[in-house]
């Protein structure tokens, strides 16, 4: 094997995988790993109404190079460029990882237009999936671009309420590595719109969404409780989920039942926060970011 294959396989088993693969699902294997072996030309579609958009790349095995986005609009074509995840020292895969499309054509904001959406994961440890997404501007026949880290958790298109207006699903990545150790660190659920040219975070807005989070991870505290595991991030990302609610009260009791339990602990000698001064700086972290009101 090559030393440049060599470097290529260590970061991507260094920690792409964590996130993206969250959003990407099961990779392909046995069988249809051995015929993707052989460097192939992959070509995406997506289209939607005059829309139709081509993402390209070659693929060997499960390593990806030359990914190019193609647009054409009206048998015009608009966009014409190869695609970068545009950070020093990182790579470039497809976020679907050939497992599912990383493009799509759709009205995100009800618009006249319907926008092309790319998911581009960089590689590299814990990091980082981004959407790049291309917005149609009418006076000048051509597209701009707009682009939204969604980090570690990814993100998938989904139309979340049944409105027909699709959203961003996607998680809080600003938890990692606050509470504990990545490993343990857990994300609250998050939705995002895009409107006019930029990100919402609109996650209030979908309480069940949330409600089945807080049960979920409600129920992963209890059973860390039970077996002696590590739940400091487990906690926090439920409390987010009940400040959310508009149930932060109750969370809190949660919370402060399980320090005085003694549930909220130190392992080793890690470096995360323990006892009363977790509850100092989970409050402080919810706060700083928009948990609490």
């Known amino acids: 094997m090559s030393h440049r294959r060599v470097r290529w396989v260590l970061r991507f088993l260094g920690g792409c995988a964590a996130g993206a693969l969250l959003a990407a699902g099961p990779l392909i294997s046995g069988a249809a790993a051995e015929r993707a072996s052989a460097s ?6 997506a289209a939607s109404g005059a829309v139709t958009a081509e ?17 054409v609009r009206a048998g015009q074509t608009l966009v014409d ?28 904001d009800r618009g006249a237009e319907p926008e092309v959406v790319v998911d581009i994961n960089t590689g590299g440890a814990h990091c980082c999936d981004i959407a790049y997404v ?4 009418p006076a000048s ?7 939204h880290n969604f980090a570690d958790p990814g993100f998938r298109l989904k139309d979340l309420n049944g409105d027909r207006t699709v959203e961003f699903r996607s998680a809080d990545a600003r938890f990692a590595y606050v509470f504990t150790a990545f490993g343990q660190s857990r994300f609250p659920i998050q939705a995002w719109r ?22 979920r991870l409600y129920r992963e505290y209890t059973r860390g409780r039970r077996d002696g595991g ?5 906690l926090a990302a439920y409390t987010a989920d009940e400040y959310l609610l508009g149930k932060g ?10 320090v005085a339990r003694g549930d909220v602990r130190k392992y080793a000698s890690d470096l995360w926060p323990s006892g009363k001064k977790y509850l100092r700086k989970l409050h402080r972290f919810l706060l700083r970011k928009g948990y609490i009101r």
């Open 141 to 147: 026949n051509s597209y701009v671009l707009v682009r």
């Open 81 to 108: 460029t190869p695609l970068t995840a545009g950070c020093e020292d990182c790579l470039t895969f497809p976020g679907g990882f050939g497992s599912r499309r990383s493009i799509a054509a759709v009205n995100l």
């Open 249 to 258: 009260k109750a969370g809190w009791r949660v919370v402060r039942h399980a």
């Open 55 to 71: 993402l390209s790349y070659d693929r060997n095995g499960y390593e990806f190079t030359d990914l190019h986005l193609r647009i």
């Open 134 to 137: 291309y917005v149609y501007q």
């Open 40 to 45: 192939a030309r992959v070509v995406e579609h």
């Open 230 to 234: 590590d739940v400091r991030g487990v």
């Open 194 to 215: 895009f409107r006019a040219g930029r990100f919402v975070d609109v996650t209030r807005g979908f309480p069940r969404l949330i409600r089945g989070d807080a049960r």
